[in-house]
């Protein structure tokens, strides 16, 4: 079983950056594909980015492409969301997903691990 905590949540100003961290614990990190997502209120949980074993290869929604940026250090075991310029439509309460295998899924079904999620608000 893995655990994940994320932290680097908060209030910041539409334009600025934050960056999000998910500590991992019960499974070496390198064993696992990590995602990040976010849900805003009323919204169902969305896709950010996900990244393979290596860190070589990762994913982005549409959305966040160009400003968003997935990265992980398996030997700390952890992974960050870097997010720059930021809008309010950011909003959302962020959460990292782990999951066993290869494929680098995009749907909230294709992780099985979870994290309790870390609230960022971009203020206009």
């Known amino acids: 079983q893995a655990q994940l905590a994320e932290s680097g949540g908060g209030l910041v100003q539409a334009g600025g950056s934050l960056t999000l961290t998910c500590a991992v614990s019960?499974?070496?990190?390198?064993?696992?594909?990590m995602g990040w997502f976010r849900q805003a209120a009323g919204n169902e949980r969305e896709f950010v980015a996900s990244?393979?074993?290596?860190?070589?290869?990762?994913q982005y929604a549409d959305s966040v492409k160009g400003r968003f940026t997935i990265s992980r250090d398996n030997a700390k075991n952890t992974v960050y969301l870097q997010m720059n310029r930021l809008k309010p439509e950011d909003s959302a309460v962020y959460y990292c997903a782990a999951e066993d295998g290869y494929r680098m899924g995009w749907r909230a079904l294709d992780y099985g691990y979870w994290g309790q999620g870390t609230q960022v608000t971009v203020s206009s």
């Open positions: 990244i393979n074993r290596s860190g070589v290869n990762t």
């Open positions: 019960g499974r070496t990190l390198g064993s696992l594909i």
